[in-house]
T-cell receptor, first 112, second 115 residues
């Protein structure tokens, strides 16, 4: 199963871009990279996912390196409400019963 | 927000007693999951279901059993609760189980304390 490595914590100034890195050097060709976040004690929330190409939605952008060994989640204009634990996950499991394995994540602290 | 309801939201029980947590969904999604979250361990998968009466183990399944007799309900049972099972339990659902890159929707969590 592909594993991910993230820094345990990061700080970001409010209004600036937050760039959260993730290493997934053992990812296989058909595995997707997912990002979720968990605000305080709420249930995790889906942010974005990608396979090879860069992806963007209303919440964030996902940049995946050409060799797919790492990726970066970008929150273009971080706000205080973006303070959360961010999880980078690689899909594991069989085709029909795929499951997400969460790691420790990165605690992002957005500061005024 | 996805229609997921966990019950009870908070429970205190004693060691050795049975406990059942219920996850109810109104989305008619095929896949359902139970995770537990503990400080220093992040979220860990306990069991998941890929259809009615179809379940499989996750990373930390020892001491837990599950049942899914209908699409909307996924029950997590601790046959004999232990203090190590004190945790926050999250239910999640998915329409496609990631076969087609479907995302997970999480419930609000159930906080269980075993004394």
């Amino acid at each position: 199963d592909a594993k991910t490595t993230q820094p345990p914590s990061m700080d970001c100034a409010e209004g600036r871009a937050a760039n959260l890195p993730c290493n997934h050097s053992t990812i296989s060709g058909n595995e997707y990279v997912y990002w979720y976040r968990q605000i305080h004690s709420q249930g995790p929330q889906y942010i974005i996912h990608g396979l090879k190409n860069n992806e963007t939605n209303e919440m964030a952008s996902l940049i995946i390196t050409e060799d797919r060994k790492s990726s970066t989640l970008i929150l273009p204009h971080a706000t205080l409400r973006d303070t959360a634990v961010y999880y980078c996950i690689v899909r594991v499991g069989t085709f029909n019963t795929g499951k997400l394995i969460f790691g420790q994540g990165t605690t992002l602290q957005v500061k005024p | 927000d996805a229609g997921i309801t966990q019950s009870p939201r908070h429970k205190v029980t004693e060691t050795g007693t049975p406990v059942t947590l219920r996850c109810h969904q109104t989305e008619n999604h095929r896949y359902m999951y139970w995770y537990r979250q503990d400080p220093g361990h992040g979220l860990r998968l306990i069991h998941y279901s890929y259809g009615v009466k179809d379940t499989d183990k996750g990373e930390v399944s020892d001491g837990y059993s599950v049942s899914r007799s209908k699409t909307e309900d996924f029950l997590l049972t601790l046959e004999s609760a232990t203090s190590s099972q004190t945790s926050v339990y999250f239910c999640a659902i998915s329409e496609s189980g990631f076969a087609n890159t479907g995302e997970l929707f999480f419930g609000e969590g159930s906080r269980l304390t075993v004394l």
